[in-house]
């Protein structure tokens, strides 16, 4: 039997998704909770591994199980017994043929990036922060240029592992709601740390230390040294992830949002 399951996290205190040895990472103590329930050893596949204090708002994972127990159970019985920055929200069985990583045709990502002259203290761990005036329609103009199928290679961690850096990314939009900026970005899929550093440009550009054409030729010149510094992991979320609607799996506008004014 396949089960696949919806869940939220807050990323703060784990080493990242993927599990190690320590026991410190979210994969652990999902799959501890859940080996509890189904009375056996439980291996997840999830759509993407999230790095270390990255959060989550719609992740999503599956599990092959020979245990028979109602969905609440996998659910309740699961949130019962995980970390309280951890929640199960949604669960259902599923064909075998359902892939949670393969079977995914995009995903998205949002950033909440603090424009203050202060840190954050009451969403520490929540958002990015920055302390100097950032020009909004400037990292708007010069986000347009990422826009499509190219080479992310500028953007890409030295430690990535994906075969290609060619992503094809089908959103760019960045707003503001008084001195939070939100990026919202979605992809057929994103490298190792590209959200965070295309970020990272953005603010260079925002600041004023860079026109926004400068992002057009870091993305031309596929090199990772002229390209900014890694933004911090603290803003970013794992927002959504598609799958073709045969699976019949709720969309995010159906699920819980985080409550830190997004909708």
Avoid at 7 to 17: F, I, K, V
Avoid at 126 to 131: P, S, T
Avoid at 224 to 245: E, H, I, N, Q, W
Wanted: with cysteine.
């Amino acid at each position: 039997m396949r089960i696949v399951l919806i869940l939220e996290y807050h990323g703060s205190g784990y080493c990242g998704w993927q599990s190690q040895k320590t026991g410190c990472s979210v994969q652990d103590a999902l799959e501890s909770a859940l080996s509890k329930i189904a009375c056996s050893s439980i291996r997840v596949i999830t759509a993407g591994r999230t790095d270390a204090g990255v959060h989550a708002l719609y992740q999503v994972v599956h599990f092959d199980t020979q245990a028979q127990r109602p969905v609440t159970a996998w659910v309740r019985g699961t949130n019962a017994l995980l970390p309280n920055d951890i929640a199960v929200l949604y669960a259902a069985e599923i064909t075998s043929d359902f892939h949670a990583r393969y079977g995914a045709t995009e995903r998205s990502y949002l950033y909440l990036l603090l424009n203050n002259q202060v840190r954050p203290g009451l969403y520490d761990g929540r958002v990015g922060w920055f302390h100097q005036p950032l020009n909004l329609e400037s990292m708007q103009v010069a986000a347009k240029t990422l826009l499509g199928k190219h080479d992310f290679s500028a953007f890409r961690a030295a430690e990535c592992q994906a075969k290609s850096p060619v992503r094809n990314l089908i959103k760019l939009d960045i707003s503001c709601k008084g001195n939070l900026f939100i990026f919202e970005l979605c992809a057929n899929a994103f490298l190792h740390h590209m959200v965070r550093n295309i970020v990272g440009c953005l603010v260079y550009i925002g600041k004023g230390k860079y026109s926004p054409e400068w992002l057009q030729m870091v993305r031309d010149s596929c090199d990772r040294s002229k390209a900014a510094p890694t933004f911090s992991a603290a803003g970013l979320y794992l927002a959504g992830v598609k799958y073709d609607s045969k699976w019949n799996l709720p969309s995010t506008n159906e699920m819980p949002y985080l409550g830190i004014g997004i909708k």
